[in-house]
Structure formats: structure tokens, C-alpha cells
């Protein structure tokens, strides 16, 4: 990136998008969207690393299937997206492609800034640590 170009979008908190939805943002000439998974923002490339597709604006959030003791059961609600190209699905709050787990679509960090939603193109912690942002209360 050279310098001067905008490293952050701010959304008023009102227009965050709510779990299930997509909210797509320019940083600089990056498209990035915004998620709410499990009361928490999270932020992606909007490409599928996996071919190049615009993974999340064209994309569809998903609820996965799992198997959990031998039964199928349903995942967490909303927590995926799937790449409309070739249907493959990734965590929305680590990136992690369910199909290839090598695989993983860049992520960004998202913060509150009192009543406003800060997305910026520097990498979040590692998804394992606690995360700062949190869905409005």
C-alpha cells in the first residue's frame, strides 16, 4: 500500500450489519466486508483464495452441518460463508476454509470507536486470543 491511501472505513454502529448479514466496505482499494458472528465483528478480503471470487459480496452466509458424537447436527448460526463460484464454505471469524484447511481468506481487524465500527487493514490477533470487537449491547 503507498502511503496516503486510507488504512480504515469507520460504519455508525446503526448501520453494522446484524448476524446473518454482510455489510461490504472500501479501505483504500480494498473491498472488505463486515460480519456479526456470536455477538462479535469480524472482517474479510472479499476474495476466495481458493480461485479469486468475490467470496463475500456475492457470497451467502451459511449455517454448517457437523457431526458431533456420530450425529449431525447444525453449527453455529450465520458463522460461514460459502464462495458462490464453488461452493466451498470459511469460518467468518478465522478465515479457515472447511474444505481445504490450508486455505484461508485474509482477515482484518474490526474495532468499536464509541458509536462507531473501525475496520482496519492491519491483521487482527490471532483468532485463538480474545477479541477486542463486540456487537453493540
Known sequence: MSPGRPREARIPLAQAPAPG???IVEVGIRRVAVFCVDGRFHALADRCPHRGAPLCSRGEVVTGIEVRNGELT????NALV????????????TGRC???GRLRVRRYTVRTDGDELVVSLDHPRPWRTASTSHAPG
Do not use: L, M, S
Not at 82 to 93: M, N, T
Open 82 to 93: 460459502r464462495c458462490p463460484w464453488h461452493k466451498w464454505d470459511f469460518e467468518i471469524a
Open 74 to 77: 447444525t453449527g453455529p448460526p
Open 21 to 23: 448479514a454482510v455489510r
Open 98 to 100: 472447511a474444505v481445504h
